[in-house]
């Protein structure tokens, strides 16, 4: 299936050098030249990765970022940050983005990021219907809300993140550090006890016998794994 890549960037010859690269990597590619119209075009088409200027008129690219996030949307994001601005990758990945590539890039790096993102990208039932059920669980991803047996989880903000995540990435064995960069924002070097915690917690909230896990397994010496 061929990819819908949204690149929100006001430069115009970026916007078609970068276009026609996409397009030659078989991509399907849609543009917008300012905040206002990335934000209407994610929110109404469904994207398979979002490639997104920091620096953009009307509407900075971190808050066309954290409005897509607040409308529910789990669409990648890629952030094209200014060379130096050690603190727009930071703000960016806790606002939700999933990577950034810092600019003037390299062609080929930013292709390999994009090839990257997708392959870890969410399928994209979830994005499309914004709910997904495993057991007796009922996860509504922008109601953010789970439910058992239609009884509402009390999970906190971090361990919903949590939860997403693995719904997201389903399947994989995913590192405590992965987990706390992706889902905390915190680097690798912090503690990863904390993704212990929490995947402790969340497994007494959803897992009928939390000592013996059916969906949030433990891959011995790697991480964890969400078998839905
Ligand atoms: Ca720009």
Same mark, same amino acid.
């Given at each position: 299936?061929?990819?819908?890549?949204?690149?929100?960037?006001?430069?115009?010859?970026?916007?078609?050098?970068? =276009?026609?690269?996409?397009?030659?990597?078989?991509?399907?590619?849609?543009?917008?030249?300012?905040?206002?119209?990335?934000?209407?075009?994610?929110?109404?088409?469904?994207?398979?990765?979002?490639?997104?200027?920091?620096?953009?008129?009307?509407?900075? =690219?971190?808050?066309?970022?954290?409005?897509?996030?607040?409308?529910?949307?789990?669409?990648?994001?890629?952030?094209?940050?200014?060379?130096?601005?050690?603190?727009?990758?930071?703000?960016?990945?806790?606002?939700?983005?999933?990577?950034?590539?810092?600019?003037?890039?390299?062609?080929?790096?930013?292709?390999?990021?994009?090839?990257?993102?997708?392959?870890?990208?969410?399928?994209?039932?979830?994005?499309?219907?914004?709910?997904?059920?495993?057991?007796?669980?009922?996860?509504?991803?922008?109601?953010?809300?789970?439910?058992?047996?239609?009884?509402?989880?009390?999970?906190?903000?971090?361990?919903?993140?949590?939860?997403?995540?693995?719904?997201?990435?389903?399947?994989?064995?995913?590192?405590?550090?992965?987990?706390?960069?992706?889902?905390?924002?915190?680097?690798?070097?912090?503690?990863?006890?904390?993704?212990?915690?929490?995947?402790?917690?969340?497994?007494?909230?959803?897992?009928?016998?939390?000592?013996?896990?059916?969906?949030?397994?433990?891959?011995?010496?790697?991480?964890?794994?969400?078998?839905?």
């Amino acid at each position: 299936m061929r990819a819908n890549v949204l690149f929100v960037e006001d430069e115009e010859a970026l916007r078609m050098t970068v =276009g026609d690269r996409l397009r030659n990597e078989g991509y399907a590619v849609e543009c917008a030249a300012d905040g206002d119209a990335g934000f209407e075009k994610a929110t109404q088409i469904p994207f398979d990765l979002i490639i997104l200027d920091v620096m953009l008129p009307h509407k900075s =690219g971190f808050d066309v970022c954290r409005d897509i996030r607040q409308a529910g949307l789990i669409t990648p994001i890629l952030m094209l940050t200014a060379r130096g601005q050690t603190s727009d990758k930071v703000s960016g990945l806790k606002i939700g983005a999933d990577d950034y590539v810092t600019k003037p890039f390299n062609m080929l790096e930013l292709m390999a990021r994009v090839e990257a993102l997708l392959r870890r990208a969410p399928s994209r039932p979830v994005a499309q219907t914004g709910t997904f059920d495993f057991g007796s669980i009922h996860v509504d991803l922008v109601g953010t809300e789970a439910t058992h047996d239609g009884e509402v989880l009390n999970l906190s903000a971090r361990e919903f993140q949590l939860l997403r995540y693995f719904i997201e990435h389903r399947g994989a064995t995913l590192s405590r550090e992965e987990l706390l960069k992706q889902v905390w924002g915190y680097s690798a070097d912090m503690y990863t006890r904390t993704v212990d915690v929490h995947v402790a917690s969340l497994r007494q909230k959803l897992e009928e016998d939390p000592k013996q896990p059916k969906f949030i397994l433990t891959v011995q010496g790697l991480g964890y794994k969400f078998k839905p």
